[in-house]
């Protein structure tokens, strides 16, 4: 084995010093969490998809949500766990980028980007399918692509412009949305119109597990606001507590909705009702819901909400896809001109107008059931991704010293090894457009890192490149943190070791020794000229001693 040097070792951290975070103001409570993050959780997933998801598995639908829920518990609590440690903008890209390296940052980096863009053209489908409704009243005659392109257009204007206010009028529009959905499903139970028992599962088959096992992973991207909440970590007071408890009460107060109002919505509505007049599922599912309660005028309002929603939606939709670009032309992964601010409103507009460009493309070539089908598939894997890196930096950590984490997430490894398990089986029985999909990203980052990235950044040992060194050779391992141990200590760049130096090393590498004349007495040993100094063989050696006796 040949002998290491600094510039071999760059990455490995010993010492808790260099700590990966951003200052940043801790002023979020729990209810801050919660809010912000069902205000990322409800739109789509309760506006478009479950007429869709009631096409694949019929009235069982509501147990899908409930699954899906289950299903993102692990990878949510593994991202509570690595946003402690990191708390910096960038979220679940920084996370992973920082566990894997560059290569597979840039790999995941697209994967988000995709992810978050196709779920903001998901939206786009939704606000055109209630937008249709409510144009018969207007006297308007505008086609669905048309009127989902326009307002695309109109947001990713709104997006460059830096209008911040609009943030400012989400969670109001969201609050309404709430309560009007709850207020139709009080109205269903009372007016008795409800038949629960159209909303039995059907589950006596294998393929019926297996198609409910597919819904559940398609309606998966319902639950993707938990993402939001791990990507400001560093803003939340107190994190080993209300980063998890925050994720979990959203999760348990969106997983209860969905399940409710989704339940009702197939009680309520008419089997032929979910199906529009070409035989395909209909994307307004909330507007027959209300029609079918309150008549045309309830409908009317419900699908003006649904509007807003769905604006709303794709608006910071749009505006999170685009930094996902902005953060990795900023860590060199992609071509500078992304990283450009406009001059007059200090936003990423190349990123957005690039943004915008992909999501044109996808609602013009992609039918709305691909579309969800994308954007779940890419979020499974990112929880995948999630718990792999918990489980990598954990092992990983003595060489990496840097991971901190305030949270620990619970029951590890099991805990990650479901998600990873669950994860992998729900991507496999989407099938193979999925996964296509997944590749396709994969393959483009990795030839996007290869052109680009590889030449603007220095080689850094990554955790991931540790975790499989210390599974596949852990004597070589432990040689590299000793040797990193070494260099660090060696202040005077002579390659020798004073008695300190050597003392400093060891408490380094967590090899403690209460008595001081004992690391003496093994320093002198390995001192075998006797100047006081000793060179890294020696170290090695000396250290090889200490390790043998105890």
């Known amino acids: ?61 509501w147990l899908a949500f409930v699954l899906a829920a289950l299903v993102v518990i692990p990878g949510a609590m593994s991202q509570s766990e690595l946003a402690s440690a990191m708390p910096t903008s960038g979220g679940s890209f920084v996370f992973i980028e920082r566990t894997f390296g560059p290569m597979f940052g840039t790999m995941a980096g697209l994967g988000l980007w995709a992810s978050f863009l196709l779920k903001a053209a998901f939206a786009l489908i939704g606000f055109s399918a209630y937008l249709m409704f409510v144009q018969g009243d207007l006297g308007t005659d505008i086609t669905a692509i048309q009127a989902a392109l326009g307002m695309l257009v109109l ?40 038949d629960y028992s159209r909303a039995r599962p059907v589950l006596q088959t294998t393929s019926d597990w297996t198609m409910m096992g597919e819904t559940t992973a398609f309606v998966l991207i319902s639950y993707a606001g938990v993402a939001k909440v791990a990507a400001i970590g560093g803003e939340i007071k107190d994190p080993g507590r209300n980063l998890p408890g925050g994720i979990m009460t959203s999760l348990a107060i969106g997983a209860v909705l969905y399940a409710v109002l ?78 450009d ?119 850094k040992i990554s955790p991931w490149e540790t975790f499989r060194l210390m599974s596949s050779d852990p004597y070589r391992a432990e040689s590299r943190r000793r040797s990193a141990a070494f260099f660090s200590a060696d202040t005077w760049g002579n390659n020798l070791l004073t008695l300190r130096q050597f003392t400093s090393c060891v408490e380094a590498l967590g090899m403690e020794y209460e008595d001081a004349d004992t690391l003496r007495d093994y320093f002198h040993a390995a001192d075998e000229n006797g100047d006081g100094l000793i060179h890294i063989d020696q170290f090695l050696m000396a250290l090889e001693a200490m390790a043998s006796e105890d």
Request: negative net charge; proline residues 5%.
């Open 1 to 61: 084995m040949r002998p290491l040097y600094p510039k071999d070792l760059v990455g490995i951290v010993l010492t808790p010093m260099e700590i990966v975070s951003d200052t940043l103001e801790r002023k979020l409570g729990l209810f801050s969490v919660v809010i912000i993050s069902l205000s990322a959780m409800i739109g789509s997933g309760l506006f478009v998809l479950p007429s869709l998801a009631y096409a694949m598995v019929g009235g069982g639908v």
């Open 262 to 339: 989704v339940a009702t919505m197939v009680a309520v509505i008419p089997d032929e009702g979910f199906y529009g007049a070409d035989g395909h599922a209909i994307e307004d599912p909330v507007r027959a819901f209300a029609e079918a309660i309150g008549g045309h005028y309830v409908a009317l309002f419900a699908a003006v909400v649904a509007v807003l929603t769905m604006t709303s939606m794709a608006l910071a939709g749009i505006l999170a896809a685009s930094r996902y670009l902005f953060a990795m032309s900023r860590d060199s992964l992609l071509p500078q001109s992304l990283e």
């Open 155 to 194: 947001i990713a204007i709104i997006n460059i412009l830096g209008m911040k206010r609009i943030k400012s009028i989400q969670t109001p529009i969201v609050a309404l949305t709430i309560l009007m959905l709850v207020a139709l499903t009080i109205w269903a139970i009372a007016s008795g119109e409800a």
């Open 341 to 459: 601010l406009h001059p007059k409103y200090d936003t990423p507009h190349i990123a957005i107008g690039l943004t915008a460009l992909a999501m044109a493309t996808a609602l013009v070539t992609i039918d709305v059931h691909q579309v969800a089908e994308y954007a779940s598939g890419f979020q499974i894997m990112v929880y995948v991704l999630m718990c792999l890196s918990v489980l990598v930096l954990r092992k990983a950590s003595p060489s990496h010293a840097w991971y901190l984490p305030e949270y620990d997430a619970p029951f590890r490894p099991l805990l990650q090894l479901f998600g990873i398990v669950s994860g992998v089986t729900l991507l496999w029985l989407m099938g193979s457009e999925a996964l296509i999909g997944a590749v396709s990203a994969a393959a483009l980052g990795a030839l996007i890192y290869q052109i680009y990235g590889k030449r603007h950044l220095s080689h």
